[in-house]
């Protein structure tokens, strides 16, 4: 996982917004868009940062592409801080 991408994505509260509602399950951009009163141009770019992230993923279904949330990628995040916040001394 490339951090510099990663926290670029997460420095922005709108795509922080969207991975919550992620976090409930997959939507389409429709979906997502119903929820912001921003255009869907705004929200496809925010979902493009996201995923160049890794930090979602698209799927298509039928004539809908659907984002998910990356979980692997939050738990990654999560155990890096995890270790930065316990004060490990180990020399690298």
């Known amino acids: 996982m490339e951090f510099a991408n990663t926290f670029k994505a997460l420095s922005d509260p709108i795509r922080r917004d969207i991975l919550i509602l992620l976090k409930n399950g997959r939507l389409t951009a429709g979906e997502i868009v119903e929820n912001f009163n921003l255009t869907a141009a705004t929200i496809s770019y925010h979902l493009s940062i996201l995923k160049k992230a890794d930090l979602?993923?698209?799927?298509?279904?039928?004539?809908?592409?659907?984002?998910?949330?990356?979980?692997?990628?939050?738990?990654?995040?999560?155990?890096?801080?995890s270790e930065l916040k316990g004060g490990n001394d180990e020399k690298i």
């Open 56 to 81: 979602i993923w698209e799927t298509k279904y039928k004539n809908y592409i659907y984002y998910e949330l990356n979980t692997s990628i939050v738990e990654e995040i999560m155990l890096w801080f």
